[in-house]
């Protein structure tokens, strides 16, 4: 009798680094999943193109597609359902996931911030903001959260969160790039954390 893994889909926008280093994780790790499912808003990402090249079945949904919002929530719900996904990874997914899709995939969807929540969240503190307002502040730290998606940009539960240090002479993008890492390490444990979670 096999055990059933435990089916992923990913949600990305861009070039999917933290995608990547979420499948690298879980090809390198005895863990009981499999990513099934990437889903983005852009048909011709770097993402996508990985997803492709490495057998995931890839879906493009936005709501010029639809005539309504809610039409376009329904068939990201459907298409979840359909794939039989148990759990919901936002990875670079630069669009706030609808009510609905929320609402369907209680404690079972995550999302990363390149910062350290519940400082420098919410609407319009995405990539390169994110990194000016820790360095505006003054703040000595930084790093990475992943927590869970609830219907409040960056406001669900932290699962996981790990510092990296503010150094003088940092910029946006050398901060940036050091939190990047931080995330690439950060993300797939985090993902180990809940499979655990899940199984217990």
Do not use: W
């Given at each position: 009798m096999t055990t059933h893994k435990t089916r992923i889909a990913v949600f990305c926008s861009?070039?999917?680094?933290?995608?990547?280093?979420?499948?690298?994780?879980?090809?390198?790790?005895?863990?009981?999943?499999?990513i099934v499912l990437c889903l983005s808003n852009r048909?011709?990402?770097?993402?996508?193109?990985?997803?492709?090249?490495?057998?995931?079945?890839?879906?493009?949904?936005?709501?010029?597609?639809f005539n309504s919002f809610d039409e376009f929530a329904a068939a990201m719900v459907k298409r979840l359902k359909?794939?039989?996904?148990?759990?919901?990874?936002?990875?670079?997914?630069?669009?706030?996931?609808?009510?609905?899709?929320?609402?369907?995939?209680p404690d079972k969807m995550l999302n990363i911030h390149p910062a350290l929540l519940p400082k420098f969240g919410g609407e319009g503190m995405y990539g390169l903001y994110v990194h000016t307002a820790v360095l505006d502040a003054g703040e000595s730290e930084?790093?990475?959260?992943?927590?869970?998606?609830?219907?409040?940009?960056?406001?669900?539960?932290?699962?996981?969160?790990?510092?990296?240090?503010v150094l003088?002479?940092?910029?946006?993008?050398?901060?940036?790039?050091r939190v990047l890492e931080c995330e690439h390490r950060l993300y797939p444990e985090a993902v180990e954390k809940l499979l655990t979670i899940q199984k217990s």
């Open positions: 861009g070039g999917g680094s933290n995608f990547k280093s979420i499948y690298h994780a879980i090809a390198e790790k005895p863990l009981n999943a499999e048909s011709e990402c770097g993402a996508m193109e990985f997803a492709r090249e490495n057998g995931i079945a890839t879906v493009h949904l936005t709501e010029k597609q359909d794939a039989q996904i148990d759990i919901v990874l936002l990875a670079g997914y630069m669009r706030k996931v609808p009510d609905a899709v929320v609402k369907a995939f930084s790093g990475a959260t992943v927590h869970f998606v609830n219907e409040e940009y960056d406001k669900g539960k932290i699962l996981l969160q790990r510092t990296v240090p003088a002479g940092d910029t946006p993008e050398s901060l940036a790039a």
